[in-house]
């Protein structure tokens, strides 16, 4: 009877051992997955959360997450209004839960939906824009061109459509300068 007891008491024993190893391998495997994340992939899987963000320069941003590209994020205000983020401004999320996607190849067509193109296609819909600098800054008009590392801006009064009569200038801003760029027209 005390061997069995023995034998039960050392089997217990090393399932507990067994089990401990198991989960120190299963937490340090999570920490390695998370170690790869960018901060893309754990914005992707918040999409539809409402969030709030503090960018440079832009100071507080809040709306619900609708996209993630290579170097943005598009929200929605309360307004209705569609704001794009330069994920180099973001320095901070608050409101994630707790999914995350995994890392994955952004893929050929994917990778090239780069700032650029987003503002190419603010461009393409002559939306009014308020753009604002990681210096705090705030410009309005509309995109008139965007090149490899500017976007030129028609400065107007935000409630007067882009008209060369209405245009008080045209102003080229480095792309890396841009913190936020947001609709003036809510659903644009």
Do not use: K, N
Not at 28 to 49: H, P
Not at 137 to 161: F, I, K, M, W
């Amino acid at each position: 009877m005390r061997w069995q007891q023995l034998f039960a008491d050392l089997q217990a024993q090393f399932e507990e051992e067994e089990s401990g190893a198991e989960r120190a391998e299963v937490a340090s495997r999570a920490r390695a997955e998370i170690g790869g994340l960018r901060l893309a992939d754990r914005l992707r899987g918040a999409t539809g959360t409402p969030l709030s963000l503090h960018c440079g320069g832009a100071g507080r941003v809040s709306g619900v997450l609708l996209d993630v590209g290579t170097d943005w994020l598009l929200l929605e205000d309360d307004l209705g209004r569609e704001v794009l983020l330069a994920t180099a401004a973001v320095r901070s999320v608050a409101g994630l839960g707790r999914r995350t996607v995994t890392a994955e190849d952004a893929g050929p067509v994917r990778a090239r939906l780069d700032l650029r193109r987003a503002l190419r296609g603010l461009a393409r819909d002559r939306a009014v824009v308020q753009v604002v600098l990681d210096d705090g800054v705030a410009l309005s008009g509309t995109v008139d061109r965007v090149g490899a590392d500017y976007v030129e801006l028609a400065e107007h009064a935000v409630d007067t459509p882009r008209r060369a009569e209405a245009v008080q200038g045209v102003r080229a801003v480095v792309i890396a300068a841009v913190a936020i760029v947001r609709t003036v027209t809510p659903g644009i």
